[in-house]
Nanobody, 120 residues
C-alpha cells in the first residue's frame, strides 16, 4: 500500500491550499483517513481525520478553517486549508488505516510529508 500526497507549497498568510492523498496498492478496505503535521522541533499532531462513513475530527487550532473530505470510490482524502496562518507551517502527512486482506487487522500507513509554508 502506498499513499501519494500532493498539493503542498508556499502561500501567504490568509491564503488557501488543498492537499490530496490517494491510496494505491492491494487492499480490501480503508477505515479512517487523515492528515497529521509536524513543525520543526515539535511532535507530530493530528490535523483532521475522517471515517469511512464521513465522521470528522479536527484539531481545535484548525476548526472553522480546514475541511477534510474523502472519496471512497478512489481512496482519496483531501484537506482544504483556508485562512492559513504562519503557525500552520509544517510538513503534512496523510494517514490511512488499511486492511490488506479480510483476515488481517487494520494497519496505519503513512504517506511522505508534503511541505506547507505560510509566510506572514
Amino acid at each position: 500500500v502506498q499513499l501519494q500526497a500532493s498539493g503542498g507549497g508556499l502561500v501567504q498568510a490568509g491564503g488557501s491550499l488543498r492537499l490530496s492523498c490517494n491510496a494505491k496498492g492491494s487492499f480490501v478496505s480503508i477505515n479512517v483517513m487523515g492528515w497529521y503535521r509536524q513543525a520543526p522541533g515539535k511532535q507530530r499532531e493530528l490535523v483532521a481525520d475522517i471515517s469511512y462513513g464521513g465522521s470528522t475530527k479536527y484539531a481545535d487550532s484548525v476548526k472553522g478553517r480546514f475541511t477534510i473530505s474523502r472519496d471512497n470510490t478512489d481512496y482519496t482524502v483531501n484537506l482544504q486549508m483556508n485562512s492559513l496562518k504562519s503557525e500552520d507551517t509544517a510538513d503534512y502527512y496523510c494517514m490511512a488505516a488499511v486492511r490488506s486482506t479480510w483476515k488481517m487487522p487494520f494497519r496505519d500507513y503513512w504517506g511522505p510529508g508534503t511541505q506547507v509554508t505560510v509566510s506572514s
